[in-house]
């Protein structure tokens, strides 16, 4: 299944749905969007804390609205190029809390043997900051593709994939500590993959 077919099954049977329901509920777009932005706080909140599963579900509560603004503003009439820009701030905001949460988390973290090479509480500040800078750099990428006028959404590691990948991280760790830090490994890999991944395919597009 390729991501159209996924986002059309998406739409169908969860943004259609809950994106009539907030409209009943008289939310604003922007009103789901910081609403999906509260959630994510709270969520990095349990995470610092040390409480992963519960974090890890209310991440994905609050990524989950993510696909809900953009379907409730199209049913409202009110897209706007404000509120795309809300958007993808507040999409930054998100993984940058909850990035933040794991990193205080292990920081608070008593030392604990990882693989048998280092100590948990290094490695996972550590990654928890190349992931951040990872998920930035392809942010950025595509913002800046698209602002020269390439549509470059391409990539191994985009968004959705990232905001699974954590919340898994985050609700598996908590039966298996040292999960999370192959997790954010992956992030930091895949994630300057997919930099190179849009950098070459900018640079492609350029020269045609």
């Known amino acids: ?57 209310l991440m994905f509560a609050g990524a989950a609205l993510d696909l809900i603004d953009g379907g409730l503003a199209r049913r409202k009439g009110m897209v706007s190029n404000f509120g795309a820009l809300l958007d993808s701030v507040i999409d930054r905001i998100q993984e940058a809390l909850v990035l933040l949460g794991i ?28 992931a951040f800078v990872g998920s930035v750099m392809v942010s950025y990428l595509r913002a800046r593709s698209e602002g020269l006028g390439i549509d470059c959404k391409i990539g191994i590691m985009t968004r959705p994939e990232r905001v699974f990948a954590l919340g898994m991280g985050l609700i598996i760790s908590f039966w298996i500590p040292t999960f999370l830090i192959l997790v954010l490994a992956t992030l930091t890999v895949l994630g300057l993959f997919t930099t190179f991944q849009r950098l070459y395919y900018a640079s492609a597009k350029f020269e045609e």
């Open 103 to 130: 990193l205080v988390h292990y920081i608070n973290k008593d030392p604990e043997p990882v693989f048998g090479i280092s100590s948990i509480d290094v490695i996972g500040p550590i990654l928890c900051f190349t």
């Open 1 to 57: 299944m390729n991501r159209e077919s996924l986002r059309t099954i998406l739409s169908k049977y969860y943004e259609d749905p809950v994106s009539r329901f907030f409209d009943a509920l008289g939310f604003s777009p922007n009103g789901v969007t910081m609403l999906g932005l509260l959630i994510v706080l709270v969520s990095s909140i349990f995470i610092s804390l040390g409480s992963l599963l519960v974090g890890g579900v």
